[in-house]
């Protein structure tokens, strides 16, 4: 074993990516052409945008392209191109440990459904190892552009546990890759199949895909391009069928799935750039598991020349789950990450991105409402995240939030902010809204019976993100939102204020035996005009957090600022009369905290002591 050739053995993770690629992935396997093609392409665009700053690069062989080749008699299956080309460090970190960041949330994500699992392969870096589906063997012959003809590599593997890598003399830049067919896998060593797959899957590639005439089943002739060649981006729109664009868009963003919508804009004037944004079907793994922090964003070119992929100062994080490619005539082409973040034209391509597609996503809403609930279900809580983050917007986002109602019957009935207004009551002058863990929980929440029984709706929120993202929209057209079990209660409709006052007068008694019953446990006790059928609930001041939020955080190890809530009863209730009527002090003690542990529970909050209360409960059953 020399300096320049040796055997080395896969990372762990690598070597589980192999064993289901080469054992389990069958279904789509025709995805391995589109993903080695995709990778040559970006090749292809990386040297170009690295020429801008160093022309020799290019050396005498400016014609980028992508050659495809196939030999029967050897089953083997050829993909050149003559781009940027890697150096032997880079070999290992790209091939032998294939995404570092995202192998271990690619095999998390496998289901064990091969034909779903597949549709994974590209969005995780693991592109390359698809490969493997259909090949036993694989050899990869490569040179980085300014690196010396002696410093080729040669790296061949069997999709095992192991690949030898090897430094060896190659004459041109660029990537060589030779798949070994299996035995069973001889029709992709047909023509017209392979032109057919670049055809559904590459066409909009922005390079030539060049492949020879076929002859009795054998590439015969001069190597011709199959392929568009151009930017689907820069054609008329009035030229691109709706298949153009779903298949640009499956190429993009390494989607077996078509777009929910999209919208392709050109725009001229002091600045000129082209636009081309999708909205995803369903949840791009790559974005949607890494969170706000991992988002891949927008592609970037500039002049059709490629600057960067996952241009994230393009959107915001919450529109992290829209693929697409922004085109700018205008953009310095030296331009780097941090120059892009504080360039002013970028600014204004950002906001213009984000008018795009809320207006996509208005029209949506508006056009097809099937689709628009589908958006919803998908990508509903990132959309969410724009009411604290863009203040700019918040209006306009705030359309097109839906929540569940008690005017529903199920969570997948929601209503719009604006359809909430437009039906309000006439004495209605706020939109009330009760946050819990699930639908069912806040469908049934003691603090909306009253609202319910006088007919007024309330919007049920049991997103996690909701307390949060209801801090910072406040009101909506005017009209304060309201959370119900928070601060003084008046609801339109309800009984006038002598008449409360007589409830309450009459209730006295109880009120006081529960206030020296429960003492500092609560902040006050008062009669609730909230209950219709439940005997008590908790209810917070106007600005504190709801019960159900800080069980959640405390939860998570978060520490939560402590509140005292007021316990509202209902006098007209059995067990709180029960209460009223209860001599014996120790079964009086019973049921004034079994009140309390009951409110704590609908509200959504955690009990410091179950198995006290489980004892509590039982002693009161039993009559004990």
């Given at each position: 074993?020399?300096?320049?050739?040796?055997?080395?053995?896969f990372?762990?993770?690598?070597a589980?990516?192999?064993?289901?690629?080469?054992?389990?992935?069958?279904?789509?396997?025709?995805?391995?052409?589109?993903?080695?093609?995709?990778?040559?392409?970006?090749?292809?665009?990386?040297?170009?945008?690295?020429?801008l700053?160093?022309?020799?690069?290019?050396?005498?062989d400016?014609?980028?392209h992508?050659?495809?080749?196939?030999?029967?008699?050897?089953?083997t299956?050829?993909?050149?191109?003559?781009?940027?080309?890697m150096?032997?460090?880079e070999?290992?970190?790209?091939?032998?440990?294939?995404?570092?960041?995202?192998?271990?949330?690619?095999?998390?994500?496998?289901?064990g459904?091969?034909?779903?699992?597949?549709?994974?392969?590209?969005?995780?870096?693991?592109?390359?190892?698809?490969?493997?589906?259909?090949?036993?063997?694989?050899?990869?012959?490569?040179?980085?552009?300014?690196?010396?003809?002696?410093?080729g590599v040669?790296?061949?593997?069997?999709?095992?546990?192991?690949?030898?890598?090897?430094?060896?003399?190659?004459?041109e830049?660029?990537?060589?890759?030779?798949?070994?067919?299996?035995?069973?896998?001889?029709?992709?060593?047909?023509g017209?199949?392979?032109?057919?797959?670049?055809?559904?899957?590459s066409?909009?590639?922005?390079?030539?895909?060049?492949?020879?005439?076929?002859?009795?089943?054998?590439?015969?002739?001069?190597?011709?391009?199959?392929?568009q060649?151009?930017?689907?981006?820069?054609r008329?729109?009035?030229?691109?069928?709706d298949?153009?664009?779903?298949?640009?868009?499956?190429?993009?963003?390494?989607?077996?799935?078509?777009?929910?919508?999209w919208?392709?804009?050109?725009v001229?004037?002091?600045?000129s750039?082209?636009?081309?944004l999708?909205?995803p079907?369903?949840?791009p793994?790559?974005?949607?598991?890494?969170?706000?922090?991992?988002?891949?964003?927008?592609?970037?070119?500039?002049?059709?020349?490629y600057?960067?992929?996952?241009?994230?100062?393009?959107?915001?994080?919450?529109?992290?789950f829209?693929?697409?490619?922004?085109?700018?005539?205008?953009?310095?082409?030296?331009?780097?990450?941090?120059?892009?973040?504080?360039?002013r034209?970028?600014?204004?391509?950002?906001?213009?991105?984000?008018?795009?597609?809320?207006?996509?996503?208005?029209?949506?809403?508006?056009?097809?409402?099937?689709k628009f609930?589908?958006?919803?279900?998908?990508?509903g809580n990132?959309?969410?995240e724009?009411?604290?983050?863009?203040?700019?917007?918040?209006?306009?986002?705030?359309?097109?939030?839906?929540?569940?109602?008690?005017?529903?019957?199920?969570?997948?009935?929601?209503?719009?902010?604006?359809?909430?207004?437009?039906?309000?009551?006439?004495?209605?002058?706020?939109?009330?809204?009760?946050?819990?863990?699930?639908?069912?929980?806040?469908?049934?929440?003691?603090q909306?019976?009253?609202?319910?029984?006088?007919?007024?709706?309330?919007?049920?929120m049991?997103e996690?993100?909701?307390?949060?993202m209801?801090?910072?929209?406040?009101?909506?057209?005017?009209?304060?939102?309201?959370?119900?079990?928070?601060?003084?209660?008046?609801?339109?409709?309800?009984?006038?204020?002598?008449?409360?006052?007589?409830?309450?007068?009459?209730?006295?008694?109880?009120?006081?035996?529960?206030?020296q019953?429960?003492?500092?446990?609560?902040?006050?006790?008062?009669?609730?005009?909230?209950?219709?059928?439940?005997?008590?609930?908790?209810v917070?001041?106007?600005?504190?957090?709801?019960?159900h939020?800080?069980?959640?955080?405390?939860?998570?190890g978060?520490?939560?600022?402590?509140?005292?809530?007021v316990?509202?009863?209902?006098?007209?209730?059995?067990?709180?009369?029960?209460?009223?009527?209860?001599?014996?002090?120790?079964?009086?003690?019973?049921l004034?905290?079994l009140?309390?542990?009951?409110?704590?529970?609908?509200?959504?909050?955690?009990?410091?002591?179950?198995?006290?209360?489980?004892q509590?409960?039982?002693?009161?059953?039993?009559g004990?």
């Amino acid at each position: 074993m020399t300096a320049s050739a040796e055997t080395r053995r896969f990372e762990a993770e690598v070597a589980q990516v192999l064993h289901l690629v080469t054992h389990s992935l069958y279904s789509h396997k025709e995805i391995f052409l589109r993903e080695l093609i995709s990778n040559a392409s970006d090749a292809l665009d990386k040297l170009r945008f690295e020429a801008l700053a160093r022309p020799e690069l290019l050396a005498g062989d400016a014609d980028l392209h992508i050659d495809l080749s196939w030999d029967p008699d050897a089953g083997t299956l050829t993909l050149t191109d003559n781009g940027i080309g890697m150096s032997r460090e880079e070999v290992i970190d790209n091939i032998g440990t294939i995404a570092r960041s995202g192998t271990r949330r690619f095999l998390d994500a496998l289901s064990g459904d091969a034909r779903k699992d597949s549709r994974l392969i590209g969005q995780f870096g693991v592109g390359f190892y698809s490969a493997f589906i259909v090949a036993d063997q694989v050899t990869l012959t490569t040179r980085r552009a300014d690196a010396p003809e002696a410093e080729g590599v040669r790296w061949e593997s069997s999709g095992t546990g192991e690949y030898s890598l090897e430094t060896l003399a190659v004459p041109e830049r660029g990537t060589r890759i030779v798949l070994h067919l299996k035995a069973d896998e001889r029709e992709f060593l047909d023509g017209w199949k392979l032109r057919d797959l670049i055809a559904r899957y590459s066409d909009h590639v922005a390079f030539p895909i060049r492949m020879q005439a076929s002859k009795d089943g054998k590439p015969d002739g001069e190597f011709e391009a199959v392929n568009q060649a151009s930017a689907l981006w820069m054609r008329p729109k009035s030229e691109l069928t709706d298949a153009d664009y779903q298949a640009f868009y499956k190429s993009l963003g390494h989607d077996f799935n078509d777009p929910l919508a999209w919208t392709h804009n050109r725009v001229e004037g002091n600045q000129s750039y082209t636009l081309l944004l999708y909205v995803p079907g369903a949840q791009p793994f790559d974005a949607m598991l890494g969170g706000r922090d991992e988002r891949k964003g927008l592609k970037l070119y500039v002049r059709r020349v490629y600057i960067m992929d996952g241009a994230e100062q393009l959107l915001p994080p919450w529109l992290r789950f829209v693929r697409g490619v922004v085109d700018s005539d205008d953009l310095p082409l030296n331009v780097s990450r941090e120059l892009l973040q504080d360039n002013r034209l970028v600014a204004q391509i950002r906001a213009a991105c984000i008018k795009r597609v809320l207006d996509l996503l208005e029209r949506l809403a508006k056009d097809d409402p099937a689709k628009f609930a589908q958006f919803t279900r998908e990508f509903g809580n990132v959309l969410k995240e724009g009411i604290a983050d863009d203040p700019a917007n918040r209006e306009r986002i705030a359309k097109l939030l839906r929540f569940a109602s008690t005017h529903g019957d199920s969570a997948d009935k929601t209503v719009s902010l604006e359809d909430y207004v437009g039906r309000m009551q006439a004495d209605q002058d706020v939109i009330w809204y009760v946050t819990a863990d699930s639908f069912a929980a806040a469908k049934g929440s003691p603090q909306i019976e009253a609202l319910k029984a006088r007919g007024v709706e309330v919007l049920l929120m049991f997103e996690r993100i909701d307390e949060w993202m209801i801090g910072y929209l406040g009101e909506f057209a005017g009209k304060k939102l309201r959370h119900v079990a928070k601060g003084e209660f008046e609801a339109a409709g309800g009984a006038d204020a002598e008449q409360r006052k007589q409830v309450e007068d009459a209730a006295a008694g109880v009120v006081d035996k529960l206030r020296q019953s429960l003492g500092e446990r609560v902040r006050d006790v008062r009669v609730s005009h909230r209950l219709t059928d439940s005997p008590a609930c908790l209810v917070l001041d106007e600005h504190d957090m709801a019960l159900h939020m800080q069980r959640l955080l405390r939860e998570a190890g978060h520490d939560v600022p402590a509140s005292q809530p007021v316990l509202e009863v209902n006098p007209a209730h059995a067990l709180v009369k029960r209460f009223e009527a209860e001599t014996d002090p120790g079964r009086a003690s019973d049921l004034a905290l079994l009140l309390l542990d009951q409110a704590q529970l609908a509200g959504g909050g955690a009990l410091d002591d179950p198995a006290a209360f489980v004892q509590r409960l039982n002693r009161v059953i039993l009559g004990a």
